[in-house]
């Protein structure tokens, strides 16, 4: 089963690259605790030829959130955070304006109301990690935590990564190599990059993007002053800030790895978190959909199938995608986990038909045995 999904995967690739429809693009499949598929296909930068390899790094944005996601979920499991504690517990600058009742389980669903970034963070300030929490410290919310979600786009990374370090004396960094790469054997997962790494990046391309009006609005999740995205992700400085919410740089084998030691047994003797907290995590009721809102996000993943798909006995696939079109998802029910990176925002985004490709074959595998 092993060579044939992998030669599958193989060819889809090669195919949407002869095509035009990728660039560049991995894909890697962990199942059953077991690498079936680590494919990759295509050219990391248009302008050198420099081709993909499987340690090419791409830049994957919001499929770090679900990274962040698993690191305040594992402070959870060690007592030493809750989800219903105040942020300003940890942090008392947060509680001005009205945000004394925001708890962490309003960030990781995307309900505090903290959706916009403050209009004092620009373009010469975003990377600067002290500016940008003391900026949203000062903030005051749309609405009352619970009320309604809508997606922080950024603030979720800069809020959690205030919290991890305020709550555990640890950065956000710290833990993702402390406690994710290096017990997972994990080089290439980075918020923030090192020097040594930058000739491995593919560089984003974006040829539908529209250009718009450098306004500086306010209230804006994804201010102008960052778009075009994939512009603002090939610029030295973006990549070696810590943005948790959309600036992670990582490869298809580690966002698959990460994803592999949530399911259940883990992967190679590791599992980061138990079943029980990820069915806390995964849980729908317990995030944001109900009949008047219908959201994908629980507590810091996105439903893969979203609400209308789950049981009650069953976990749903749960993981992040980012802009652009890459992925990261587990599914606790075939014991599937899946890493998809890509450079090219074209209009056909072959992702979903990859998923998809995926679970026939291992359905059928296992039909056959």
Same mark, same amino acid.
């Given at each position: 089963?092993?060579?044939?999904?992998?030669?599958?995967?193989?060819?889809?690739?090669?195919?949407?690259?002869? @095509?035009?429809?990728?660039?560049?693009?991995?894909?890697?499949?962990?199942?059953?605790?077991? $690498?079936?598929?680590?494919?990759?296909?295509?050219?990391?930068?248009?302008?050198?030829? @420099?081709?993909?390899?499987?340690? !090419?790094?791409?830049?994957?944005?919001? &499929?770090?959130?679900?990274?962040?996601?698993?690191?305040?979920?594992?402070?959870?499991?060690?007592?030493?955070?809750?989800?219903?504690?105040?942020?300003?517990?940890?942090?008392?600058?947060?509680?001005?304006?009205?945000?004394?009742?925001?708890?962490? /389980?309003?960030?990781?669903? =995307?309900?505090?109301?903290?959706?916009?970034?403050?209009?004092?963070? #620009?373009?010469?300030?975003?990377?600067?990690?002290?500016?940008?929490?003391?900026?949203?410290?000062?903030?005051?919310?749309?609405?009352?935590?619970?009320?309604?979600?809508?997606?922080?786009?950024?603030?979720?990374?800069?809020?959690?990564?205030?919290?991890?370090? /305020?709550?555990?004396?640890?950065?956000?960094?710290?833990? $993702?190599?402390?406690?994710?790469?290096?017990? $997972?054997?994990?080089?290439?997962?980075?918020?923030?990059?090192?020097?040594?790494?930058?000739? /491995?990046?593919?560089?984003?391309?974006?040829?539908?993007?529209?250009?718009?009006?450098?306004?500086?609005?306010?209230?804006?999740?994804?201010? *102008?002053?960052?778009?075009?995205? =994939?512009?603002?992700?090939? @610029?030295? *400085?973006? @990549?070696?800030?810590?943005?948790?919410?959309s600036n992670g740089i990582m490869t298809a084998r580690a966002i698959a790895k990460h994803y592999a030691a949530l399911l259940p047994n883990g992967i190679d003797g590791?599992?980061? $978190?138990?079943?029980? /907290?990820?069915?806390?995590?995964?849980?729908?009721?317990?995030?944001?959909? !109900?009949? #008047?809102?219908?959201?994908?996000?629980?507590?810091?993943?996105?439903?893969?199938?979203?609400?209308?798909?789950?049981?009650?006995?069953?976990?749903?696939?749960?993981?992040? %995608?980012? =802009?652009?079109?890459? #992925?990261?998802?587990? *599914?606790?029910?075939?014991?599937?986990?899946?890493?998809?990176?890509?450079?090219?925002?074209?209009?056909? %985004?072959?992702?979903?038909?990859?998923?998809?490709?995926?679970?026939? &074959?291992?359905?059928?595998?296992?039909?056959?045995?």
């Open positions: 089963m092993i060579s044939k999904i992998q030669t599958h995967i193989q060819n889809i690739l090669q195919n949407a690259v002869h @095509r035009g429809a990728e660039r560049g693009i991995q894909c890697t499949v962990y199942f059953n605790g077991k $690498l079936v598929v680590d494919a990759w296909a295509g050219i990391a930068d248009k302008k050198t030829g @420099r081709p993909v390899t499987g340690d !090419t790094l791409f830049p994957v944005f919001s &499929v770090t959130k679900g990274v962040v996601a698993t690191i305040i979920h594992m402070l959870v499991e060690r007592k030493i955070i809750d989800y219903d504690d105040a942020i300003s517990k940890f942090w008392p600058e947060f509680a001005s304006n009205g945000k004394d009742h925001i708890k962490i /389980r309003h960030i990781l669903n =995307h309900t505090a109301g903290l959706q916009n970034v403050p209009p004092e963070i #620009t373009i010469k300030t975003v990377c600067d990690w002290k500016f940008v929490c003391e900026a949203i410290a000062k903030s005051t919310p749309s609405w009352p935590p619970g009320l309604k979600a809508e997606y922080h786009a950024m603030t979720y990374g800069w809020i959690l990564g205030e919290l991890i370090q /305020r709550a555990s004396g640890y950065s956000l960094i710290h833990w $993702l190599q402390k406690e994710i790469s290096e017990p $997972l054997n994990i080089k290439d997962i980075y918020i923030g990059i090192p020097d040594e790494v930058e000739n /491995r990046i593919a560089i984003l391309e974006d040829p539908g993007v529209t250009p718009i009006n450098q306004s500086q609005s306010l209230g804006q999740s994804v201010p *102008d002053w960052i778009w075009p995205l =994939h512009t603002w992700m090939n @610029r030295p *400085d973006a @990549r070696r800030a810590c943005v948790p919410g590791i599992e980061l $978190l138990p079943k029980s /907290r990820i069915e806390i995590a995964t849980n729908p009721k317990i995030g944001t959909f !109900t009949k #008047t809102n219908p959201s994908f996000w629980t507590l810091g993943y996105s439903l893969a199938n979203g609400p209308a798909s789950i049981t009650d006995s069953a976990i749903s696939p749960f993981g992040h %995608n980012g =802009h652009g079109g890459s #992925t990261g998802y587990a *599914d606790p029910n075939h014991n599937l986990a899946v890493g998809i990176t890509k450079n090219l925002f074209s209009k056909e %985004n072959i992702v979903p038909f990859l998923i998809n490709e995926i679970k026939s &074959v291992i359905s059928k595998s296992n039909e056959n045995k």
